[in-house]
T-cell receptor, first 113, second 112 residues
Framework: ETGVTQTPRHLVMGMTNKKSLKCEQHLGHNAMYWYKQSAKKPLELMFVYNFKEQTENNSVPSRFSPECPNSSHLFLHLHTLQPEDSALYLC????????????FGQGTRLTVV | GENVEQHPSTLSVQEGDSAVIKCTYSDSASNYFPWYKQELGKRPQLIIDIRSNVGEKKDQRIAVTLNKTAKHFSLHITETQPEDSAVYFCAASLPSAGKSTFGDGTTLTVKP
């Protein structure tokens, strides 16, 4: 166990549903990340938070909405997704500087139907 | 921004052989280069990293080399074993960027 926990592990949702992915780390890291992993793009950065502040939004559609209430928790709110959004969503945490997103969660396998 | 290219995309070796995965990066200011291993159905895990003030680093059967002038770095796995089969990702990070740019991954298969 690397200390980064994601829930749920699997999620099936309809295109009109609203759901949220959760990530939690108790490693004392100040940076947290959302990545999308699919066959099309193996590791695609979505969002970066440093000290609860969003420092990067990698041109992600507004149907994905991140939230970082504190340094230990990160959410990804999902609404009106498309089937092509089906993928593995990985959360990661790390420290500022040289050691970046060193620890990944297990991921949430999302299927949009 | 940084751009990382990784080759080959797939690599198949016989058990006991060596495997080499190569990456190039575009921004000469990048100074941190981690490598991740992702087994099927599991999370990417950091297996080794190297910083720009070092040319080579070794950890048992795994070694990384860095050529700053040519802007490329490589992962070397010796005496490969079936459990080395996985997808390997290289990455490059700019100072204080707070994130890494990943390569597209190499699927390594070690045949027994």
């Amino acid at each position: 166990e690397t200390g980064v926990t994601q829930t749920p592990r699997h999620l099936v949702m309809g295109m009109t549903n609203k759901k949220s992915l959760k990530c939690e780390q108790h490693l004392g890291h100040n940076a947290m990340y959302w990545y999308k992993q699919s066959a099309k793009k193996p590791l695609e950065l979505m969002f970066v938070y440093n000290f609860k502040e969003q420092t990067e939004n990698n041109s992600v559609p507004s149907r994905f909405s991140p939230e970082c209430p504190n340094s230990s928790h990160l959410f990804l709110h999902l609404h009106t997704l498309q089937p092509e959004d089906s993928a593995l969503y990985l959360c990661a945490s790390g420290g500022q500087g040289l050691n970046t997103e060193a620890f990944f969660g297990q991921g949430t396998r999302l299927t949009v139907v | 921004g940084e751009n990382v290219e990784q080759h080959p995309s797939t690599l198949s070796v016989q058990e006991g052989d060596s495997a080499v995965i190569k990456c190039t990066y575009s921004d000469s200011a990048s100074n941190y280069f981690p490598w991740y291993k992702q087994e099927l159905g599991k999370r990417p895990q950091l297996i080794i990293d190297i910083r720009s003030n070092v040319g080579e680093k070794k950890d048992q059967r795994i070694a990384v080399t860095l050529n700053k002038t040519a802007k490329h770095f490589s992962l070397h796995i010796t005496e490969t074993q079936p459990e080395d089969s996985a997808v390997y990702f290289c990455a490059a990070s700019l100072p204080s960027a707070g994130k890494s740019t990943f390569g597209d991954g190499t699927t390594l298969t070690v045949k027994p």
